[in-house]
């Protein structure tokens, strides 16, 4: 018999269908040659610091640094049931053979390997590595089953990333929470995550925006801008007032053709910020809904971090286009061009995400709506990114008055062929009724030539101001964690990207700063709460570095490509680690935290608004001033009370529930008596809550 293990229930299923194996056991499938269950996720994890040594359930600096000898394992014990059926399966004695079907990835690896090794077999295992969940992939992947063995660098770097996450996380919490007094919880990745966040809050709270003046002239065919930008609106003015009603001479016109190339296919960072662009989606909830699709065989592997697909997929590319074109009626059909989208190097474990020929059988209408939207995204893109270049020209005049010296220029931009933007534009027009000027004539006449002369021009001053940072939102974030800690990083060059956590991870971090109220959600800007702000203040730069962090990354993946020792970078953790505690392991009283934060003033008596883990309640014992967490099964974020606070009433809160379990959508406001109630949407109803 052949135990397959795969990473979840649905997975499993599939891989059952495939290979005929229907008869049902206690959570798991067989016939008379396959038995086929799955993991539940991580069913075994790293030992916490007090299973190695009882003195260590005491937060003491005297304990630290905690650094293993022996990495040992605890069973999870919310799903202990399911290890021992594997337990049972594999020490299971016809069981002559395993194969490994977990998510083909670092975590999958892990989470099959640290049953394994717990369990103490010592069965071959065969590694299935797809893509894809599509029959005919798994069947291809079944006829080309391989040693585990040669996944051993894969396990060696997740099992390095999660020893490194376990010392710096472990210690580098203790460490500072010991010092100042109050739990602050640090990570490898997350600590220097939040420094980013909170760093762009502050540029964005110290920015003073700065006016600049140019002057602009009215040609009738073309308008014109001077090329010098004033810092004086007196010195602009003087110059309009010069060239005002006086004649112009182009002196000069360049002419150019460019192409752009069309956008490469979805990884899961570019689909993520794409999706949280356009529908809002956080990183996690993009992931989530793209992991229901590949588990529905709609969407190829989710945590993926290329951008290409091999030549051995030219074939499959095209009938996919055509299937794409069958099924969305929406999506224009233009020329393609498959090797676009091929490049062998720059795929190593998963090709680009790409949807699947189950499009074609399966009912899409019946799919939730954001599941449809990313799978749509994912057609869209494939045929985007196989178009033909979009090109255009470009014509910049100079010009000068016959009362100045100061250039004035006007640069236009005409199509001479529209390529992959046609598609891009008759979607967006087809959704929102507007055509995307990119792909049509410029306002500004193309019949502009030397020494042509435009008589009696009128010249006015225009006010503009610098633009302040923006806040982040899930798109910006992940492209910053993304090149962190590269910021000399070009595309196609030869210098290794770097990055803060992986594809298959970042969503996970950016949540986990979100659970632990270190960062909020205001709309989709992604704010640092007062939490996470002191956490960022107390730490030093060795823990909050993007750049170091990413450094560790790169070491990851030479491991996992077997250019790097697993055993030398536990070496760096470790002296990291060492050098901290030594460094910092003294009680300093110079910082004070507030164990809650503060979201306002309370309208009742002026004391502070402090957030409790269920309320927003006034500090004033004798004042009950309180606004709940949670209204109408709808949380209540800190952004929302603090809107509420200062402004009188929350933005549109969708999603409320009623007592009989209506959803209906609402702000929320203070009455007279500084009670909480509803504003409904196009009416001048409140009703008290």
């Not at 396959?34 to 991580?42: A, E, T």
């Not at 592997?301 to 051995?312: A, E, G, L, Q, V």
């Not at 702000?533 to 450094?551: E, F, G, R, Y």
Request: glycine share 4%; hydrophobic share 35%; with cysteine.
């Amino acid at each position: 018999m052949i135990l397959v293990v795969a990473e979840k229930p649905s997975v499993a299923a599939t891989i059952a269908t495939v290979l005929g194996a229907t008869q049902k056991g206690v959570n798991y499938i067989y016939n008379d040659k396959y038995i086929v269950s799955w993991c539940l996720g991580h069913l075994v994890a790293l030992d916490d610091p007090d299973m190695y040594d009882k003195k260590y359930a005491e937060w003491k600096f005297e304990n630290l640094p905690i650094i293993p000898n022996k990495w040992s394992f605890t069973i999870n014990k919310t799903t202990k049931s399911q290890f021992y059926v594997l337990k049972n399966l594999f020490l299971k004695n016809d069981v002559t053979e395993i194969v490994c079907a977990t998510d083909a990835g670092r975590e999958g690896e892990c989470i099959f390997r640290y049953v394994y090794n717990m369990v103490g077999c010592k069965k071959p295992v065969k590694r299935l590595w797809t893509s894809s969940l599509e029959s005919s992939a798994i069947k291809k992947a079944f006829a080309e089953l391989k040693d585990d063995a040669e996944y051993d660098t894969l396990y060696q770097a997740g099992f390095a990333r999660a020893k490194a996450d376990w010392l710096v996380g472990i210690n580098a919490t203790r460490l500072f929470s010991i010092r100042y007094g109050i739990t602050l919880n640090v990570g490898r990745v997350q600590t220097p995550t939040l420094a980013m966040i909170v760093d762009r809050n502050n540029k964005v709270k110290n920015f003073v925006k700065e006016p600049f003046y140019k002057v602009d002239i009215d040609c009738e065919d073309f308008k014109a801008v001077s090329v010098e930008e004033f810092k004086s609106e007196y010195e602009a003015d003087k110059l309009a007032k010069c060239v005002d009603k006086s004649d112009f001479t182009v002196v000069d016109v360049t002419e150019q053709q460019k192409s752009v190339a069309p956008p490469k296919l979805y990884d899961l960072t570019a689909l993520q910020r794409d999706a949280n662009s356009i529908y809002g989606y956080t990183a996690q909830q993009t992931l989530d809904y793209l992991q229901s699709l590949y588990e529905k065989r709609l969407a190829t592997y989710p945590r993926t971090d290329s951008n290409y697909i091999t030549d051995d997929m030219a074939d499959t590319a095209k009938s996919l286009i055509e299937s794409v074109y069958g099924v969305y009626e929406k999506i224009p059909q233009t020329p393609t061009d498959v090797t676009k989208v091929i490049n062998n190097a720059k795929v190593s474990d998963h090709h680009a995400l790409l949807p699947t020929e189950q499009i074609t059988s399966y009912d899409l209408s019946s799919l939730p709506t954001a599941e449809y939207n990313i799978l749509f995204m994912l057609a869209v893109r494939l045929c985007v990114a196989t178009g033909e270049d979009y090109i255009y020209r470009t014509i910049t005049a100079e010009l000068k008055s016959n009362n100045s010296d100061k250039l004035f220029v006007s640069k236009s931009t005409y199509p001479v062929n529209v390529g992959w933007k046609f598609i891009d534009v008759s979607i967006r027009a087809k959704d929102k009724g507007e055509e995307d000027k990119a792909c049509y004539e410029d306002e500004n006449s193309d019949n502009i030539y030397r020494n042509d002369i435009y008589y009696s021009v009128p010249a006015t001053v225009s006010e503009h101001f610098t633009s302040p940072p923006k806040q982040y939102t899930d798109a910006t974030l992940l492209s910053a964690m993304e090149t962190a800690g590269n910021t000399d990083y070009v595309e196609d060059s030869n210098v290794e990207k770097k990055g803060l956590g992986t594809p298959a991870t970042r969503a996970g971090i950016i949540e986990n700063l979100v659970k632990r109220q270190y960062i909020q959600r205001d709309g989709k800007k992604i704010l640092p709460t007062e939490k996470g702000i002191q956490l960022i203040d107390c730490v030093p730069d060795d823990v909050k570095s993007p750049k170091m962090t990413a450094v560790w990354e790169t070491v990851l993946q030479h491991i996992e490509k077997g250019t790097a020792n697993a055993d030398e970078f536990m070496a760096q953790i470790e002296d990291s680690v060492m050098y901290l505690v030594r460094t910092y392991s003294s009680v300093d009283s110079s910082k004070h935290f507030s164990r809650w934060e503060t979201v306002g003033t309370c309208p009742k008596c002026g004391q502070k608004v402090l957030s409790y883990p269920k309320s927003y309640s006034c500090e004033n014992k004798e004042c009950d001033f309180n606004i709940w967490k949670s209204i109408c099964g709808k949380s209540i974020s800190s952004a929302q009370a603090i809107k509420l606070l200062t402004k009188g009433k929350t933005d549109t809160l969708k999603g409320l529930k009623s007592k009989s379990g209506k959803s209906f959508d609402a702000a929320i406001k203070l009455n007279s008596d500084f009670k909480t109630e509803f504003v409904f949407l196009n009416t001048k109803k409140s009703y008290r809550k």
